[in-house]
């Protein structure tokens, strides 16, 4: 599995744009990356998930160099409800293979 | 659909005490998992499993048991409870590995 290391914490304010960035040195050819967020005693959601280049969805873009060893989660305009813990995660989805490992993931606080 | 359910919320067991968290999922996914939390700190996988009479140990199985008799129903045994197994238990399931729907958990305390 290929392991992922993000910053611990980051701080922002309300209406800034948030760049989260996951640093995964030895993912592998058939390896997604996925972002999960999670909110205090909650369990966490599924934010976004690409491959290669960019994707974009209705909350989050994630950026992913032609390398694919890293990868950033782009929360445009955050507000503080977006205050969570993100957590990248990289891995095949091919059926048999071994589920994923959560790292201890990026605590956002966004200030007002 | 109510998604992934688990129960109970909430429980205290007393050490050497076994008990079974429930979890059950609407949505015919194939996948399905058993997570911990410990204050402050990532997910840990306890057990998965691919489908329905397949299951495989994550990263910290030892002192839980599972079982998948169905799709929908994923049931973690814990035996002989010890305080080091206080945590929040995550139950979720997915149609493919990356993308995972998580239940509300469980709080467990073990005194």
């Known amino acids: 599995l290929a392991k992922t290391t993000q910053p611990i914490s980051m701080d922002s304010y309300e209406g800034q744009e948030v760049n989260i960035t996951c640093s995964h040195n030895n993912i592998a050819t058939n390896d997604y990356i996925t972002w999960y967020q999670q909110f205090p005693s909650q369990g966490p959601r599924f934010i976004i998930q690409g491959y290669k280049t960019k994707v974009t969805n209705e909350v989050a873009s994630l950026f992913i160099p032609a390398d694919r060893k890293s990868s950033t989660l782009s929360l445009p305009r955050v507000s503080l409800s977006d205050t969570a813990v993100y957590y990248c995660l990289v891995g095949d989805i091919n059926p048999g293979r071994r589920a994923l490992t959560f790292g201890s993931g990026t605590r956002l606080q966004v200030q007002p | 659909n109510a998604g992934v359910t688990q129960t109970p919320k909430f429980r205290i067991l007393k050490i050497g005490q076994s008990m079974t968290l429930q979890c059950t999922q609407d949505m015919n996914h194939n996948y399905m998992y058993w997570y911990r939390q410990d204050p402050g700190m990532g997910l840990k996988l306890i057990y998965y499993?691919?489908?329905?009479?397949?299951?495989d140990k994550g990263e910290v199985p030892n002192g839980y048991n599972v079982s998948r008799s169905t799709t929908e129903d994923f049931p973690l045994r814990l035996e002989l409870a010890a305080p080091s197994q206080t945590s929040v238990y995550f139950c979720?399931?997915?149609?493919?590995?990356?993308?995972?729907?998580f239940g509300p958990g469980t709080r467990l305390t073990v005194l």
């Open positions: 979720a399931s997915s149609p493919i590995v990356n993308e995972q729907f």
């Open positions: 499993s691919v489908g329905a009479g397949i299951t």
